[in-house]
Structures are given as structure tokens and as C-alpha cells.
């Protein structure tokens, strides 16, 4: 087999079977990603020579019998996440010169086991965006095609767009993400890969760029559940320096993989059957039922009764935290400066900010500034925070009669590059079947579970209760063995 | 609620954003489109309902109170824009 089309478990065996070696395995992707990068622009910055550098040293520990758990794993990382002396830009021209002297927590604990890093994948600029289209570097091109339309290309989802598609298009065994409304589950889900957001506080924050601080939660995608469970083993655990950091130990996740069905409850809220979802979403979702139902789980329609709130919840909640985390984009510190001769204090901070940050971005500092300016914020803020409140104890309730919950992970496949960009709201509507458990802190889990008319991929979402990912993990697994998802991408190493 | 362009202006300047004026009407369409999608709030009854700031635990972790870090001055200005010695340059603030 190829050694691009391994598991992150498969690899890991043949490494320390020495059936090949870590420089191989790494210079098999980075041969992939200056084949299809070019295309793709899943990477932002690929970083051949760290990775090599990475590798060897991988090897070395291998020979001398010291393998940790992710020892030669080849990972791409989401370009959100400050990686000490490798550009950190947040897809972001303000960010375009950031070298960070410090290491982000997450991957940190991701090399302290042995992963090599390929390179910073592309996103949404700030994180901000469900279709990878708001990048100061371009888009990404989703490695799917239509069936018989190789000229629409496709957006592979966002914020997370350059992991998924890098994931999906064999250029990487797994990389990180962030999930702020949907950033992983939804392109996870456009990609035909799988991805988690864990609990809020399960991961540290320490190091990402903030977007929205209440809301963001770092988390793995990769190309099956277990290694999804792997990295996120690797990922986790409580960080001092993230005051929201979960003070609890990392439960052997990939062992949750193998757990049986038998006796779950699985709800099924009939909020989520939403006005315009397609028949074929419908279709898979009836289908997911009965995969788990012949696994011995017992499916429950349970009321989530304010999940038609949750986005315009999150559309003030996320936007007035952003609007505050990046004022400190102002030219002094790091990043870009623009600076006319004779400028005050105020007009350089002014002009930096206007030119740093690209047209989304900048729309939602100024609603955030707005919801949350004299006179507007118990109106629109406060109000936010009360509806959050109702929604997070939506899910309470429901969790007091099922284990957890099966959804749809978006509305539609994958759309074409350009698409939904007129109306801000209509993107939006994206993350409709994800913002909820970001409103909660509860983690979903996106796993590929078929493919629409069209062959692009579709998938299907396990939400569960707060650091039960293990549940979330068993249900995913489940999904994944009744799924049987083999199909892959047009554009793939290899392919 | 309804922005223009003097409202949208005034946040802008509030939040450090330079706007130019040819774009403040559209700009002020698309926020009110949002503004307007948001409204639906307005039907949930919220009436005592303690508004949730955060899902993480709700207690605060205190920490020692000691210095752990610092000293590092040229990592810390290692992505200055300007700098003098080891300060951070900005335009002159005090005449």
C-alpha cells in the first residue's frame, strides 16, 4: 500500500516494524504536497525541511527503541496555531509577518509524542467562515468533484478548509483544527473525512489565535474515527495557562472505539429537521438510525426546542468576542503597520486595521462593536447570553434521557468556490446542525457517511455529553464499521 | 433598528477600523441584513434566565502569586513593527 493511504495506527506499526522509515513516510506527503499544493492550496506554508528534520529524528528514537505514541506521524497544522520560529499567520494579511517565539499548547504536546509537522494548512481568515473563501492566501480547492464535473471546482467547508482538504487529498495522515461554530464537523464532513470538536476546556487554548474565547476549542481531523481518538489522546489535557483548561485526566479515547451499542440511547431532536434539508440528508440521517439500531443502540426522538435560535445566538456571542479578542491587532506589537507620513496614534491603529483584515472580518468586529456599544448590549448581548443559557439546558434535559445525540453534520454538500458569498447569512446557515454544541461546550464528532446524488460526500454528526467523548467516539465508530466509506477523492496523491 | 451611514461610521471609529466613505452604505445594508436575521431573538422568552457567559466550569482557578516568566525582552520585541532600544515605537502621543 501506498504510504500516503495508511492510517495514522497502520503507520505507526510499520514504522516501529521498520518496514519503512520515518523520512520515507514523510517525504512520501511532502512529494504529494508539491504535486497537488499548487492546486489545492491546502497549505499555506509547507515546511519541508522541519519535517525532515522532524523525521530523522523520529528515526533515531525508533532505533533506539524509544518510539513515543505519535512517533513519525506526518500531521499538517492548522495555521491558527503558533508554532515557535514558523510563520503563524491566521490566514490573515495582519498576521502575514508573524513569527511566534513560543509554541502553541496543543501542538506542543502533539511533537512531545513525536509528530512531524509538513506544514501551516490554510483556513478562513481569523477562523471566520464556512467556506475557506475569506483566506488572505486564496481559497482551497476541495479535492471532490461533482460526478461527470471536473470544471466546478468545490469548496472543501471552512474555517478548517486546508486541513480537511489536505487530510482528504492524502497530503497528510491528520492534522489540527479549530472549531469555533462548525469549523472542523463542517468541512470534515465536506471533505468525506472524519473530525472532532471535544468538550470546551479539553484542549488548551494557549497559543491558538483567538477568535471567539468562549467558543473555540481545538480538536484533530483525520481520515478515520480511531485516529480522530489517537490524536486527540495526544492533543489533550489540562494546561495551567489556559484558565478554562480542564483540570481532568485523558481517557484512553482509541479504546472507546471498540465499545458495543448495545443498551446506548441515541436521540434523535426533530428541531434539526429543518425547512429546506435536502431528501438525501434526510435519507442518510433515517439510515444512520438504523445502522446503530441493528448494532443494538436505541434510537429516541428527544425536543431541543430553541436550536432555531442558536445562530443568531452565536452571531452576536461570536462576534462581540471577536471584536474584543482582536483589538489588539494595532500595528505596535506584531504584525502589519500601514502608517502615512504625519499620522496620529489613532489613524495609524485605524489604517492598519482597515487594510490588515479582509471584508469579513471586518464585518463582524463592527457587529461585535455594535451589540456591545452603549445602549445596544442588554439588548442584543445580554439577550445572547440568556438564549445561550436556554439552549445549553436544552441539551441538559436531554441528556438526562439518551447517551447521545445523531444529526446531520451540515445542510448540503460541498458548494462551488464562489457560491453563497452575495449574502452573509445565507454562508451562515452552514453551521446551523454544529453551532449548538459550541453554544453548550458539548463535543460532535462528524463522520463520513455517504455520498450525495452528486458523489460528493456527506456526513453525519454524534454529539455527546460533556467529556463523554468516549460515548461520542463508540457512536462515531459504529457509524464508520456500518458505513463502510471507501470512496475517495478525485484529487489525492496517487489519484 | 435600522444602521446609516453616520451610525456605521461611529462604530467604526469605536472599533479602529478605517472605512472609506464609499463603502459605508453597502457595508451598513449588510449589517442590518444580519441585524435584522438577529432580531428573532426578541420572540424567546428569557424572563429570569441567568445569561451564560461561558460552558467551561464556573469557578475560577486561582494560581500562585509569582513570577514564572519574563526577562525575554528580544523574543518579546522580535515581531515589533518599530522599535527603539528595547521599546516599542509608535507615533509621538504627548506634545
Same mark, same amino acid.
Given at each position: 500500500?501506498?504510504?500516503?493511504?495508511?492510517?495514522?495506527?497502520?503507520?505507526?506499526?510499520?514504522?516501529?516494524?521498520?518496514?519503512?522509515?520515518?523520512?520515507?513516510?514523510?517525504?512520501?506527503?511532502?512529494?504529494?504536497?508539491?504535486?497537488?499544493?499548487?492546486?489545492?492550496?491546502?497549505?499555506?506554508?509547507?515546511?519541508?525541511?522541519?519535517?525532515?528534520?522532524?523525521?530523522?529524528?523520529?528515526?533515531?528514537?525508533? =532505533?533506539?527503541?524509544?518510539?513515543?505514541?505519535?512517533?513519525?506521524?506526518?500531521?499538517?497544522?492548522?495555521?491558527?496555531?503558533?508554532?515557535?520560529?514558523?510563520?503563524?499567520?491566521?490566514?490573515? !494579511?495582519?498576521?502575514?509577518?508573524?513569527?511566534?517565539?513560543?509554541?502553541?499548547?496543543?501542538?506542543?504536546?502533539?511533537?512531545?509524542?513525536?509528530?512531524?509537522?509538513?506544514?501551516?494548512?490554510?483556513?478562513?481568515?481569523?477562523?471566520?467562515?464556512?467556506?475557506?473563501?475569506?483566506?488572505?492566501?486564496?481559497?482551497?480547492?476541495?479535492?471532490?468533484?461533482?460526478?461527470?464535473?471536473?470544471?466546478?471546482?468545490?469548496?472543501?467547508?471552512?474555517?478548517?478548509?486546508?486541513? =480537511?482538504? =489536505?487530510?482528504?487529498?492524502?497530503?497528510?495522515?491528520?492534522?489540527?483544527?479549530?472549531?469555533?461554530?462548525?469549523?472542523?464537523?463542517?468541512?470534515?464532513?465536506?471533505?468525506?473525512?472524519?473530525?472532532?470538536?471535544?468538550?470546551?476546556?479539553?484542549?488548551?487554548?494557549?497559543?491558538?489565535?483567538?477568535?471567539?474565547?468562549?467558543?473555540?476549542?481545538?480538536?484533530?481531523?483525520?481520515?478515520?474515527?480511531?485516529?480522530?481518538?489517537?490524536?486527540?489522546?495526544?492533543?489533550?489535557?489540562?494546561?495551567?495557562?489556559?484558565?478554562?483548561?480542564?483540570?481532568?485526566?485523558?481517557?484512553?479515547?482509541?479504546?472507546?472505539?471498540?465499545?458495543?451499542?448495545?443498551?446506548?440511547?441515541?436521540?434523535?431532536?426533530?428541531?434539526?429537521?429543518?425547512?429546506?434539508?435536502?431528501?438525501?440528508?434526510?435519507?442518510?440521517?433515517?439510515?444512520?438510525?438504523?445502522?446503530?439500531?441493528?448494532?443494538?443502540?436505541?434510537?429516541?426522538?428527544?425536543?431541543?426546542?430553541?436550536?432555531?435560535?442558536?445562530?443568531?445566538?452565536?452571531?452576536?456571542?461570536?462576534?462581540?468576542?471577536?471584536?474584543?479578542?482582536?483589538?489588539?491587532?494595532?500595528?505596535?506589537?506584531?504584525?502589519?503597520?500601514?502608517?502615512?507620513?504625519?499620522?496620529?496614534?489613532?489613524?495609524?491603529?485605524?489604517?492598519?486595521?482597515?487594510?490588515?483584515?479582509?471584508?469579513?472580518?471586518?464585518?463582524?468586529?463592527?457587529?461585535?462593536?455594535?451589540?456591545?456599544?452603549?445602549?445596544?448590549?442588554?439588548?442584543?448581548?445580554?439577550?445572547?447570553?440568556?438564549?445561550?443559557?436556554?439552549?445549553?439546558?436544552?441539551?441538559?434535559?436531554?441528556?438526562?434521557?439518551?447517551?447521545?445525540?445523531?444529526?446531520?453534520?451540515?445542510?448540503?454538500?460541498?458548494?462551488?468556490?464562489?457560491?453563497?458569498?452575495?449574502?452573509?447569512?445565507?454562508?451562515?446557515?452552514?453551521?446551523?446542525?454544529?453551532?449548538?454544541?459550541?453554544?453548550?461546550?458539548?463535543?460532535?464528532?462528524?463522520?463520513?457517511?455517504?455520498?450525495?446524488?452528486?458523489?460528493?460526500?456527506?456526513?453525519?454528526?454524534?454529539?455527546?455529553?460533556?467529556?463523554?467523548?468516549?460515548?461520542?467516539?463508540?457512536?462515531?465508530?459504529?457509524?464508520?464499521?456500518?458505513?463502510?466509506?471507501?470512496?475517495?477523492?478525485?484529487?489525492?496523491?496517487?489519484? | 433598528?435600522?444602521?446609516?451611514?453616520?451610525?456605521?461610521? !461611529?462604530?467604526?471609529?469605536?472599533?479602529?477600523?478605517?472605512?472609506?466613505?464609499?463603502?459605508?452604505?453597502?457595508?451598513?445594508?449588510?449589517?442590518?441584513?444580519?441585524?435584522?436575521?438577529?432580531?428573532?431573538?426578541?420572540?424567546?422568552?428569557?424572563?429570569?434566565?441567568?445569561?451564560?457567559?461561558?460552558?467551561?466550569?464556573?469557578?475560577?482557578?486561582?494560581?500562585?502569586?509569582?513570577?514564572?516568566?519574563?526577562?525575554?525582552?528580544?523574543?518579546?520585541?522580535?515581531?515589533?513593527?518599530?522599535?527603539?532600544?528595547?521599546?516599542? =515605537?509608535?507615533?509621538?502621543?504627548?506634545?
Amino acid at each position: 500500500m501506498s504510504l500516503t493511504e495508511l492510517s495514522i495506527a497502520e503507520a505507526r506499526a510499520g514504522l516501529d516494524r521498520k518496514s519503512f522509515s520515518a523520512v520515507e513516510l514523510a517525504q512520501a506527503h511532502l512529494d504529494a504536497i508539491a504535486a497537488l499544493n499548487p492546486r489545492l492550496n491546502a497549505f499555506i506554508l509547507p515546511t519541508p525541511e522541519r519535517a525532515l528534520a522532524d523525521a530523522r529524528a523520529a528515526d533515531d528514537r525508533i =532505533a533506539r527503541g524509544a518510539a513515543r505514541p505519535l512517533e513519525g506521524i506526518p500531521l499538517g497544522i492548522k495555521d491558527l496555531f503558533c508554532t515557535r520560529g514558523v510563520r503563524s499567520t491566521a490566514g490573515s !494579511r495582519i498576521l502575514g509577518n508573524f513569527v511566534p517565539p513560543y509554541e502553541s499548547t496543543v501542538t506542543a504536546n502533539l511533537f512531545r509524542d513525536g509528530a512531524v509537522m509538513l506544514g501551516k494548512t490554510n483556513l478562513d481568515e481569523f477562523a471566520m467562515g464556512s467556506s475557506n473563501m475569506t483566506s488572505a492566501y486564496g481559497g482551497v480547492e476541495n479535492p471532490w468533484q461533482r460526478k461527470g464535473d471536473a470544471a466546478t471546482r468545490l469548496v472543501p467547508g471552512g474555517s478548517s478548509g486546508g486541513s =480537511a482538504a =489536505a487530510v482528504a487529498a492524502r497530503l497528510c495522515l491528520g492534522a489540527t483544527a479549530t472549531d469555533t461554530g462548525g469549523s472542523i464537523r463542517q468541512p470534515a464532513a465536506f471533505c468525506g473525512i472524519a473530525g472532532i470538536k471535544p468538550t470546551y476546556g479539553r484542549c488548551s487554548r494557549w497559543g491558538i489565535v483567538a477568535f471567539a474565547s468562549s467558543l473555540d476549542q481545538a480538536g484533530p481531523m483525520a481520515r478515520s474515527v480511531r485516529d480522530n481518538a489517537i490524536l486527540l489522546g495526544s492533543m489533550a489535557g489540562f494546561d495551567p495557562k489556559d484558565s478554562t483548561s480542564a483540570e481532568r485526566p485523558v481517557p484512553d479515547f482509541a479504546a472507546a472505539c471498540d465499545q458495543p451499542m448495545k443498551g446506548l440511547r441515541i436521540g434523535v431532536p426533530k428541531e434539526y429537521r429543518v425547512p429546506g434539508m435536502s431528501a438525501e440528508i434526510e435519507a442518510l440521517w433515517q439510515q444512520g438510525m438504523a445502522w446503530l439500531r441493528e448494532q443494538g443502540a436505541e434510537i429516541r426522538e428527544i425536543s431541543l426546542p430553541h436550536t432555531k435560535y442558536a445562530l443568531p445566538t452565536y452571531y452576536i456571542v461570536a462576534p462581540a468576542e471577536a471584536s474584543s479578542n482582536l483589538a489588539r491587532y494595532d500595528g505596535v506589537r506584531y504584525g502589519l503597520r500601514v502608517i502615512e507620513p504625519g499620522d496620529s496614534l489613532d489613524e495609524m491603529y485605524e489604517r492598519t486595521r482597515g487594510e490588515g483584515f479582509g471584508a469579513e472580518v471586518r464585518r463582524r468586529i463592527l457587529i461585535g462593536t455594535y451589540v456591545l456599544s452603549a445602549g445596544y448590549y442588554d439588548a442584543y448581548y445580554l439577550k445572547a447570553q440568556k438564549v445561550r443559557a436556554l439552549i445549553a439546558r436544552d441539551f441538559e434535559r436531554a441528556f438526562a434521557d439518551v447517551d447521545a445525540i445523531l444529526t446531520p453534520t451540515a445542510p448540503s454538500a460541498a458548494f462551488g468556490m464562489g457560491e453563497k458569498m452575495d449574502d452573509p447569512v445565507t454562508m451562515y446557515l452552514n453551521d446551523v446542525f454544529t453551532v449548538t454544541a459550541n453554544l453548550a461546550g458539548l463535543p460532535g464528532l462528524s463522520v463520513p457517511a455517504g455520498l450525495s446524488a452528486e458523489g460528493l460526500p456527506l456526513g453525519l454528526q454524534v454529539v455527546g455529553r460533556a467529556f463523554d467523548e468516549e460515548t461520542v467516539f463508540a457512536v462515531g465508530a459504529a457509524i464508520e464499521r456500518a458505513a463502510g466509506f471507501t470512496a475517495r477523492p478525485v484529487l489525492r496523491a496517487g489519484g | 433598528m435600522s444602521l446609516d451611514a453616520a451610525t456605521v461610521r !461611529r462604530i467604526a471609529s469605536l472599533a479602529r477600523l478605517r472605512v472609506p466613505e464609499d463603502q459605508l452604505p453597502r457595508l451598513g445594508q449588510e449589517l442590518n441584513a444580519i441585524l435584522g436575521w438577529i432580531e428573532q431573538l426578541n420572540e424567546v422568552n428569557t424572563g429570569g434566565v441567568e445569561p451564560l457567559t461561558g460552558s467551561a466550569a464556573l469557578a475560577m482557578r486561582m494560581r500562585e502569586d509569582v513570577v514564572n516568566d519574563g526577562a525575554q525582552p528580544e523574543a518579546v520585541l522580535s515581531n515589533a513593527p518599530e522599535r527603539i532600544d528595547a521599546f516599542y =515605537a509608535v507615533p509621538k502621543v504627548v506634545e
